[in-house]
């Protein structure tokens, strides 16, 4: 079992940053790749980055490249999740997730989830 808990979500407004981060406990968290997912109101989970065990290998969503990144500390067991010029439609309930591989978080196949932290971006 691996246990993920985030943190870092708030209130920001458009244009401005915030760091999530995750810390996962359990199982040996350099086995696995890592991923962050978002829930907006009324719409299905997408994926938002991912990232892989020690190649640091990152993959993002057309939506946020270019704005978010993600990275990982494997000695603290933590992945993070920089996003910056934010927008409102960034706003949603941000997941970590822990997985095999980039391209099987990428693909929805999620091993574990954490619990979400709240992002809104006000106008």
């Known amino acids: 079992q691996v246990q993920l808990v985030e943190s870092g979500g708030g209130l920001v407004q458009a244009g401005g940053s915030l760091r999530l981060s995750c810390a996962a406990s359990g199982r040996t968290f350099s086995n696995y790749a890592m991923g962050w997912f978002r829930q907006a109101p009324g719409k299905e989970r997408e994926f938002v980055a991912s990232?892989?065990?020690?190649?640091?290998?990152?993959v993002y969503a057309d939506s946020v490249k270019g704005r978010f990144t993600i990275s990982r500390d494997n000695p603290k067991n933590t992945v993070y999740l920089q996003m910056n010029s934010l927008k409102p439609e960034d706003t949603a309930v941000y997941y970590c997730?822990?997985?095999?591989?980039?391209?099987?978080?990428?693909?929805?196949?999620?091993?574990?989830w954490g619990q979400g932290t709240q992002v809104t971006v006000s106008s």
């Open positions: 997730a822990a997985g095999a591989t980039i391209s099987k978080i990428r693909d929805g196949s999620v091993d574990y």
């Open positions: 990232i892989s065990t020690y190649l640091t290998i990152t």
